[in-house]
């Protein structure tokens, strides 16, 4: 039984793994392939953890396999985010299908400040195709 389960949890993990790779290169826009990253690939190495931490069945092995996916569900969530973040402050383009960009006009490049509401400021948002 506990051979079945290491081979389940260890494919899946290679399936999730597998599926951000395709992820990454299918996605459009640089946005999503950091989405599908911090998802997908976090699920599927936590996975392939997890049956080498039954695989092992020790103590020692098991509270390490423990620690790294605690770690690296932190460190991919805040790397993802401070990713984006950089991406959208350099302006990269975001793909042509977005239908609202809820950013817009709430950063200061001036002070490097992002606001959480409608900031009334001399930055007005870039004009879209749809706005001309």
């Known amino acids: 039984?506990?051979?079945i389960l290491i081979i389940?949890?260890?494919?899946?993990?290679?399936?999730?793994?597998?599926?951000?790779?395709i992820g990454l290169l299918?996605?459009?826009?640089v946005y999503m392939r950091i989405s599908i990253t911090g998802k997908a690939s976090t699920l599927g190495i936590s996975l392939i953890l997890a049956s080498s931490?039954?695989?092992f069945?020790?103590?020692?092995?098991?509270?390490?396999?423990?620690?790294?996916?605690?770690?690296?569900?932190?460190?991919?969530?805040?790397?993802g985010?401070?990713?984006?973040?950089?991406?959208?402050?350099?302006?990269?383009?975001?793909?042509?299908?977005?239908?609202?960009?809820?950013?817009a006009g709430q950063y200061d490049p001036v002070t490097h400040e992002l606001?959480?509401?409608?900031?009334?400021?001399s930055i007005k948002p870039e004009k879209s195709e749809k706005d001309l």
């Open 53 to 55: 931490a039954l695989f």
């Open 26 to 29: 299918r996605k459009p826009d």
């Open 57 to 79: 069945y020790d103590y020692s092995v098991t509270t390490r396999v423990v620690a790294i996916i605690f770690f690296v569900f932190l460190t991919t969530s805040i790397g």
């Open 81 to 103: 985010h401070m990713l984006a973040r950089a991406a959208y402050f350099t302006k990269t383009p975001i793909w042509t299908g977005t239908k609202t960009d809820e950013l």
């Open 115 to 121: 606001y959480s509401e409608k900031h009334n400021s």
């Open 8 to 21: 389940i949890l260890s494919t899946f993990g290679a399936l999730f793994i597998l599926s951000s790779s």
């Open 1 to 3: 039984m506990k051979e």
